[in-house]
T-cell receptor, first 115, second 113 residues
Framework: AQTVTQSQPEMSVQEAETVTLSCTYD???????LFWYKQPPSRQMILVIR??????QNATENRFSVNFQKAAKSFSLKISDSQLGDAAMYFC????????????FGQGTRLTINP | DAGVIQSPRHEVTEMGQEVTLRCKPI?????LFWYRQTMMRGLELLIY????????DSGMPEDRFSAKMPNASFSTLKIQPSEPRDSAVYFC???????????FGPGTRLTVL
């Protein structure tokens, strides 16, 4: 079974600075998807970014980018120019390409933005 | 386009009562997922459907939980009888089969007293 680990329960960053959230995963599969979801206090789960394992190029969405290291099974999220609205819980998630479609989530990292 | 719709947003009930949570997936999506979020266990899948057919219900805690998807635009998750340990946020999500990502509804916060 696949597992996802987020080793940072909490992180904080100054507004306008850059922060990196860590995620590692364990799988024996060669093809899969990885995601970062954001959960603000409203509790809505919002997709931030996705990565297909077969793509070597790291995904980027505006101020959000990932560092995908397949051999190391690492998938970190970098947030540039942090804004107050980025404050939330961030969840890393894994999904198989073949077989089960369910998302396997990490425990989450609570990100605080200091003004 | 409307996102995933869940109702109710909040539910407070007494132990032993029946609870029904409802979900309307995004139009055109043919996979539907029910997740539960608790402090102790985080986010975990309860059950998912492809084309209205249950595919994996291994996450359903026990016989008190049941889920149905009578058509492509509606699903229910029922708890009967409810217990205080069922208190959690329940999310519904939908996607195209084999084409991620999953899009989540706003969740239902269930409190069982």
């Amino acid at each position: 079974a696949q597992t996802v680990t987020q080793s940072q329960p909490e992180m904080s960053v100054q507004e306008a600075e850059t922060v990196t959230l860590s995620c590692t995963y364990d799988t024996s599969e060669s093809d899969y998807y990885l995601f970062w979801y954001k959960q603000p206090p409203s509790r809505q789960m919002i997709l931030v970014i996705r990565q297909e394992a077969y793509k070597q190029q790291n995904a980027t969405e505006n101020r959000f980018s990932v560092n995908f290291q397949k051999a190391a099974k690492s998938f970190s999220l970098k947030i540039s120019d942090s804004q107050l609205g980025d404050a939330a819980m961030y969840f890393c998630a894994y999904r198989s390409v073949q077989g089960a479609q369910k998302l396997v989530f990490g425990q989450g990292t609570r990100l605080t933005i200091n003004p | 386009d409307a996102g995933v719709i869940q109702s109710p947003r909040h539910e407070v009930t007494e132990m032993g009562q029946e609870v029904t949570l409802r979900c309307k997936p995004i139009s055109g999506h043919n996979s539907l997922f029910w997740y539960r979020q608790t402090m102790m266990r985080g986010l975990e899948l309860l059950i998912y459907f492809n084309n209205n057919v249950p595919i994996d219900d291994s996450g359903m805690p026990e016989d008190r939980f049941s889920a149905k998807m009578p058509n492509a635009s509606f699903s229910t998750l029922k708890i009967q009888p409810s217990e205080p340990r069922d208190s959690a946020v329940y999310f519904c999500a939908s996607s195209h089969t084999d084409r991620p990502p999953q899009y989540f509804g706003p969740g239902t916060r269930l409190t069982v007293l």
